[in-house]
Each structure stands twice: as structure tokens, then as C-alpha cells.
């Protein structure tokens, strides 16, 4: 069963548990995109939202609790984006670059003193017999809730993107904000809405690190994920199930590599922990070299800010 | 033709910072009438109807439709009282289908099977063929208008306000358009009809209201009234047009041979074995719908794509390999279409900018030192000479107005004695008086021996101009023919027809 010291079914368990807090703030952040707005805070909106369900789940004892304090805390920091891009028409690249600075820095003020205690258990899901399933029970029935509940979001945003009038109207305006603006649509108030959902994710995902994979709260938890959903965005050109690939795919290298190292393989640990950020440049280039149809996918007015001159 | 009042405005006003865009505005429109708004660019006619469709709100007046109030606060609001509309540009989504853009436009779309169903029915019905399940982003610009009005028409309109609608239509196109508006009309739907083509307007419309800066000069029945005399209603002036003198032509100067070249444009038209010659003293006008390759001739033209050492020759010479600045030494001047960001650079001021295009030419430069001083004067002489309105040759390039700076680039250019001029849309955005001002000192260098290439999408301005004529379909270029005699329908067939519209059943 074993290769070379790991055990595929184990592996691919923990990879659907490592992928969690990645495809969260990326499938949070594609929505975001398609909306027509970059926001590169995303790290910084994953480690207040780490920080703010730790508190929240450590006081409450419930981290049920704790998942929703993540959530909003995330939401709460991407609402500064939204105002400083939306309605003072600050740079998006910037502004997102700053959060990330100022959420990496609120969360260790925030952090003072909750080193070192543990917070209360995410359970798993009771599946019942599925879980006793060899191997298939292994991988896909013994994992605690917020991972069935991350493929849910997945698979309801693909829908909403796809089969509802609000998603019809959130790809308009990611496309064109002056078309639909004189259609009539209200551009800021959509995209302010995208943006919280983006943070409410990434919250989410930033809890899911602080919460379960590591779980206990240390400065800079969640260690460059937000920069790699961003890049797994792209990565999967814009579609929610690629995201879902994408993040497994990423997930993957991570676990390997901890897999790797644990099983004593001849490769220097640093050049292990360095793969997936080295495998996501390899990726990006990849996807986006040449004029392919991957790059084309991007929304149209990505990035651009929109301000109703007449 | 007047019928029941539809919808009545008076005594709107709508004033922005410095600017007041309509002032005390009143007409009516009849039920199944189609009336038209005339003016120039800047007139007031697009805030008037933005006004109407609930996109602006006006400062002061009433407004009334079907002896109701009227006051749209969005276009939500006003699309439900019976008001649609088709936009100039701006309201097309590329990356989304056709039917996915009709339920955008619409306030309770039906599911998408009935819609698509709803669209194949409503575009047969009036001769629009249209396929609900193809990319807006792969549509012709004809095509893309379709979607707009098939939009409107599946609301059931009581109103339909089209703004420039044919600006980007073939003369085939522009028929097939007018006989769907006809029918519309006689089924009891008002039209408001958008322009500044008088002959069109002539054929189409049952009334007229005419704005200029803001303000209703006339009421006319366009049918009672020639071209030449709305112009002037509409300009408030007396229009000379550009006078031409026969001349003799002399020896070639601009030879172009199996001109191919693979579009620098994402999403652009290559060249296709393109193939002319103008000699000096000659005006060569080349039409086509845009996005036909015209900027891409251009760009091969002035040296910004390089291509075989002898497809573009300058008096004899081969350029075909030489960058913008050889061919400037040789003779060749060019001014694009794009008057922000490609034949000026928008934060530089205008002697910069003249220094850019006039530097190997005027002999601005020597040494790798500027001489600052002449290029003053340069920039200073193609103010005073083309009356371009500025505060000064200090100023940014972006302050000036599109009209103001077409007039400077364009002056810019035919200031450095060229012996070969290429122009792409040289009056585009500019009024009257500057466009019959700039295609005179075209004819004017023309008439000193320069051989010129116009590029333009405006036929009227071809026809004014151009010795010979011909037409940019898909990249290729017809055989160049003398203007005289030549007659609208074969314009339309040399610029590629209706594009398929004759097709019954058309991606069905």
C-alpha cells in the first residue's frame, strides 16, 4: 500500500484538508474578479480572519463560532477596500497591497497573549458506515464539515455564475461597467457586495488554518496561502471548478512535500517548502504565455475603476 | 402622420460644471412618429435623451408621457413606462452571448430557452437575423446593433430612442435598418431618431427638432427642407464647402505591392495583398466599416510594422523595411485615428508633442540636443495656422478638446512639407467648420503636390475629398475608381455589402 513511505490514501485525505483555506480565498476572490475588481489583499484578510475565529472560537468555546467571527472579520477588512477603491477611486493594486500589510500587522496586535492555547475541536462529520469503506472511506467520508462545506460554496457559486440573474449581472459588470451602467445597474453597490463575499471567504479560509490545520495561533499563520489563491485565480482562468482543481493541486505539492520530508527523501527540506511557490510561478507563466484562451477568460474590466462621469 | 401625443418635454435645463448642456428644451413626439434630434457634436443631444431615459436627472422642466408625469429616476423605471433604447456604444457585454445581453437590457427576463426562442422570432419577424447562442465579442458592428434593437424591441417599446445608430453601418445595412424602423413606426411605436446625417434623416424622419449648444433653434419637417439648409440651422453659420482645383497629376509617390501583414491588434483584421499607387497632386480615399484593417494599413503605412523592403515605396525608393523615422525623412507623414495615446502623448505638452512627429523633418534636433526655441515657434505656427483654441503652447495635449487637438495633429503633420500623407479619420469628433477647415488643407497640400491617402469611415467626407475611391473589406482592398460617377450602392458593395444580412436564415 505504501510508496515509498507514504500511504496514497492518507495522502489524498489531507491534501482535501490542506487544500481547504486556499480554495476558500480563491473561489472568494474569483468572485471578487469576475465583479471586474483585484484585490490583492487577500493574505491580509486570510490572517485577520485566522485571528479574529481563534478569539472568537476561544472565548465562545464553539468553533462553529469561530468560523463565523472569521468570516466576519475578513468581510469587515475587505469593506476598507471596498470604500477606498469604490468611492475614493484609490488605486486597486495598492490599496490591496496595503491591506495585506495592515491586516498582517493588526493580527499580531491582535494576537498578543493567545499564543499557545489550543482551541476548541472542529469535529467530523459522523458519515456513519461510509466512513468505514476501505480506502474510498479513508479519503472522501472522515473529514470534519468545513471541508464538504467548502465544495458546497464551490459548487454554489458555479451555479449562481452560471444559471442565476445576479450572477448574469455580476459577470456584466466585471465585464463592462459603462454598458452596465447605462443599462442601469448600480456598478459600486454590486461590486462592494462581491468584495465582502471575497473577504467573508477569505476570513473563512484564514479561520480554517488558525482552527484546524494548524491549530493554534502564531504571527503570520497563514504563511503566503492568500498569494497563492490569488495565483490559483488565474490558475483556473476564471471558472469555480477549476478552482477546485487548482487548489487540490496545490494543496497536493504542500502535503507531498511534508510527506516527503517525514519519509527521509534525498532532497533538502528547502528546496521542498520552496516547490509550490516555485510550481505556481512555473504555472502562472505557463498560463499565461502567449495569447491562449486561458488569458482571455479574464473579465474585461479587471482592475479598472469605474466613476459615473455623466 | 401626427397622431396622439406621446411624450411631451418643456422647458428642460440640465447644467453641468461650466457647461450647460440643454437649456429650456421643449418638443413633442407623436405616437408612431419618427422625429429626429439634430446637432452637433456637444449640441446637448445625448443628455437631452439620457434625461428621457432616466440615466440624468434635468435641473429644471417637465416632462410627459401619455398625458401622465413623467419622471424617470433610472432606466429601470423608465424602461417599465414603455422607453427603450439603443446606445451609441457602451452597452454591449463582448464576453457574454446574445442572449445573455437581451436579459441584461430586459426588467423580468424570461428563462433563457423561451428567451432564445423569443429572440430567433422577434429577429425574423423583422429581418434581423440573429443567432442567440453566439459571443457578442464575434459579431460585426452591424450585427451588434441588432442585438441592441431586437433588446429594445422584445420590451415592446412605445419609444425607441436610437442615438447615432448608423455611424457604423454600411449603406445596405443603413436600408434594411430604416425599413425595420418603418414598420415599427406604422405599428404605432414613436421613434426618436439621433444624428448628424442630414440625407438620412431626409428619408427617414416626419419631423425635426434642431439643438445647438443646448438650445432648440428649429422645428423643421426634414422632407420640405434640402440637407444644405438644416446644416446651416444647425451649425447657425454659412457653410463653404472645400473648394478643389483641378490639377494635373504628377509621377507616383506612395507605391504599395502585396502588402500582407498579420495584425499587431489582439483581435484586429490582418492585410491581405493590398495593392494601390497615389501620385502627387492625388487624393485617395479608402473606406470600410471599422475594424476592417484600416488601422493596421496605417500601421504599415507609417512604419510602425515593417514588412518586405518593397511592398511600400516612396518615390520609387524601397521603405517597406524602414521604421516612422526614415520614412518621415523620405517624405512620409502620418496621423492615426487615436489622438490620445498614438498621435499625441496626453500628459506632454503641445511643443513636446510637436517635437515628437516634427523633430526629423523641421530639424529640431541636432547633435542630440533639443533646439527648443524652433520648436517652439513649430508649435506656435501650427496654432496660429490651423486656429487650434488653446491658452498656449504650454499645455497639456489631454486638456485640449478632441476637436482642438485632431486640428493640432493633424496640423502638426501637413506643416512638414510632406510629400506623402496618410490620414486615418482626419475630422473624426470635430465639428463642422474645423472638419470643412482640415479637409481644405488637405486639398490645399494636395494641390502643392503631395500625394495623399484619407482613411475615414464617413463617406460624405470621402466623396467631398478623394480623387479615387476604394474600400478595406476583411483586410482586403478593392481596385482603386475615379469617384466621379461612382454611386452609393456600388460604395456599398465595394465595402462588403450587407454582411450576409441577405441571408435568410443566418446562423439559424
Redesign the interface.
Known amino acids: 500500500m505504501d510508496i515509498g513511505g507514504i500511504n496514497p490514501a492518507i495522502l489524498i485525505a489531507s491534501l482535501m484538508v490542506a487544500s481547504v483555506p486556499i480554495m476558500l480565498a480563491a473561489i472568494g476572490e474569483l468572485v471578487v474578479e469576475k465583479a471586474g475588481v483585484l484585490n490583492l489583499g487577500v493574505e491580509g484578510m486570510m490572517i485577520i480572519g485566522a485571528i479574529c475565529g481563534f478569539v472568537l472560537a476561544v472565548y465562545s468555546g464553539s468553533a462553529v463560532m469561530g468560523f463565523v467571527g472569521g468570516a466576519l472579520g475578513g468581510a469587515v477588512l475587505s469593506l476598507v477596500f471596498g470604500l477606498l477603491t469604490q468611492f475614493m477611486l484609490t488605486n486597486q493594486v495598492a490599496t490591496g497591497l496595503a491591506l495585506t500589510l495592515f491586516g498582517q500587522g493588526l493580527s499580531s496586535m491582535i494576537g498578543q497573549g493567545y499564543n499557545g492555547i489550543k482551541p476548541p475541536a472542529t469535529t467530523a462529520l459522523p458519515l456513519g458506515p461510509l466512513a468505514e469503506i476501505p480506502v474510498l472511506g479513508t479519503i472522501l467520508f472522515r473529514h470534519d464539515w468545513m471541508v464538504y462545506t467548502s465544495i458546497l460554496i464551490i459548487a454554489a457559486v458555479w451555479a449562481v455564475l452560471k444559471y442565476t ?1 445576479t450572477g ?2 455580476l ?2 459588470v466585471g ?2 461597467h ?3 451602467h ?4 448600480k456598478v459600486v453597490r454590486i461590486r462592494i457586495f462581491a468584495i465582502l463575499f471575497g473577504g467573508a471567504m477569505a476570513g473563512l479560509g484564514g479561520a480554517y488554518v488558525s482552527l484546524v490545520r494548524v491549530p493554534q495561533w502564531t504571527d503570520g499563520i497563514t504563511a503566503g496561502a492568500g498569494w497563492i489563491a490569488l495565483a490559483i485565480v488565474v490558475f483556473a482562468s476564471w471558472r469555480p471548478w477549476r478552482v477546485l482543481i487548482g487548489a487540490y493541486l496545490f494543496g497536493g505539492i504542500t502535503v507531498l512535500q511534508l510527506n516527503l520530508q517525514a519519509a527521509g527523501a534525498a532532497i533538502p527540506v528547502e528546496y521542498l517548502s520552496m516547490s509550490p511557490y516555485l510550481i505556481t510561478i512555473l504555472v502562472l507563466v505557463i498560463m499565461s504565455s502567449g ?1 491562449g484562451k486561458a488569458a482571455l ?1 479574464a ?2 474590466a479587471l482592475g479598472q475603476n469605474f466613476h459615473a462621469s ?1 | 402622420m401626427t397622431g396622439t401625443e406621446l411624450l411631451a418635454i418643456s422647458g428642460v435645463t440640465k447644467a ?1 460644471p461650466g457647461v450647460v448642456a440643454n437649456s429650456d428644451v421643449s418638443f413633442q413626439i407623436a405616437e408612431g412618429e419618427i422625429h429626429a434630434l439634430l446637432g452637433e457634436n456637444g449640441a446637448g443631444k445625448s ?1 437631452l435623451v ?1 434625461m428621457i431615459y ?3 436627472k434635468p435641473d429644471a422642466g417637465t416632462m410627459r408621457f401619455r398625458g401622465q408625469s413623467y419622471q424617470p429616476t ?3 423605471q423608465a ?1 417599465a413606462t414603455g422607453v427603450a433604447m439603443v ?1 451609441q456604444h ?7 452571448n446574445v442572449a ?1 445581453n437581451v ?3 430586459m426588467e423580468n ?1 424570461p428563462p433563457m430557452r423561451e428567451l432564445s426562442s423569443r429572440i430567433k422570432a422577434v429577429s425574423q419577424e423583422y429581418g434581423l437575423p440573429l443567432d442567440p447562442g453566439r459571443m457578442v465579442g464575434d459579431l460585426s458592428a452591424g450585427e451588434r446593433q441588432r442585438v441592441e434593437i431586437i433588446r429594445c424591441l422584445l420590451q415592446d417599446p412605445k419609444l425607441l430612442i436610437m442615438d447615432e445608430p448608423t455611424s457604423v453601418l454600411t449603406p445596405q445595412e443603413v436600408e434594411i435598418l430604416f425599413k425595420t424602423l418603418r414598420k415599427l413606426a406604422s405599428e404605432g411605436t414613436a421613434i426618436l431618431y439621433i444624428s448628424h446625417k442630414l440625407e438620412e434623416i431626409r428619408t427617414l424622419c416626419d419631423e425635426a427638432t434642431i439643438l445647438r449648444r443646448g438650445k432648440v433653434v428649429a422645428t423643421c419637417t426634414p422632407r420640405e427642407r434640402t440637407a444644405r439648409e438644416m446644416a446651416e440651422l444647425m451649425v447657425g453659420a454659412t457653410l463653404t464647402p472645400p473648394a478643389r482645383n483641378a490639377k494635373a497629376k504628377g509621377a507616383v509617390a506612395l507605391q504599395v505591392t502585396g502588402l500582407s501583414v498579420a495584425s499587431p491588434i ?1 483581435f484586429g483584421t490582418s492585410l491581405k495583398d493590398i495593392g494601390f499607387s497615389v501620385a502627387r497632386g492625388e487624393v485617395l480615399g479608402i473606406a470600410g466599416v471599422a475594424g476592417n484593417g484600416q488601422d493596421e494599413l496605417l500601421l504599415a503605412l507609417s512604419g510602425e510594422v515593417r514588412t518586405a523592403r518593397d511592398t511600400v515605396k516612396i518615390d520609387g525608393a524601397g521603405m517597406g523595411d524602414k521604421g516612422p523615422n526614415d520614412r518621415r525623412a523620405a517624405g512620409l507623414v502620418s496621423a492615426p485615428e487615436e489622438r490620445l495615446g498614438h498621435a499625441a502623448a496626453p500628459d506632454m505638452s503641445l511643443v513636446e508633442n510637436a517635437l515628437l512627429s516634427g523633430a526629423v523633418r523641421k530639424g529640431l534636433v541636432s547633435g542630440g540636443f533639443i533646439d527648443w526655441a524652433k520648436t517652439a515657434a513649430f508649435a506656435a505656427g501650427i496654432v496660429k495656422d490651423f486656429d487650434v483654441r488653446t491658452p498656449g503652447t504650454h499645455v497639456a495635449a489631454r486638456a485640449l478638446s478632441g476637436g482642438n487637438l485632431q486640428k493640432f495633429v493633424v496640423g502638426r503633420e501637413l506643416s512638414q512639407a510632406p510629400g506623402v500623407i496618410v490620414i486615418n479619420q482626419p475630422t473624426w469628433g470635430v465639428d463642422a467648420a474645423a472638419a470643412a477647415a482640415i479637409r481644405q488643407a488637405i486639398l490645399d497640400r494636395a494641390a502643392e503636390g503631395a500625394a495623399v491617402v484619407v482613411i475615414s469611415q464617413d463617406l460624405d467626407e470621402l466623396l467631398e475629398i478623394a480623387d479615387n475611391f476604394a474600400a478595406l473589406n476583411e483586410g482586403r482592398l478593392t481596385a482603386p475608381r475615379p469617384v466621379q460617377g461612382l454611386t452609393i450602392d456600388e460604395i456599398g458593395l465595394m465595402m462588403g455589402g450587407a454582411h450576409g444580412m441577405e441571408v435568410a436564415h443566418h446562423g439559424a
Open positions: 440573474r448574469l449581472i459577470r456584466a465585464e463592462s459603462d454598458a452596465a447605462a443599462l442601469g445597474y495569447r477568460n473579465p474585461a455623466r | 453641468y443628455t439620457k432616466g440615466l440624468v433610472e432606466p429601470r424602461r446606445f457602451f452597452s454591449l457585454f463582448e464576453a457574454l445573455e436579459a441584461l437590457g427576463p489582439p
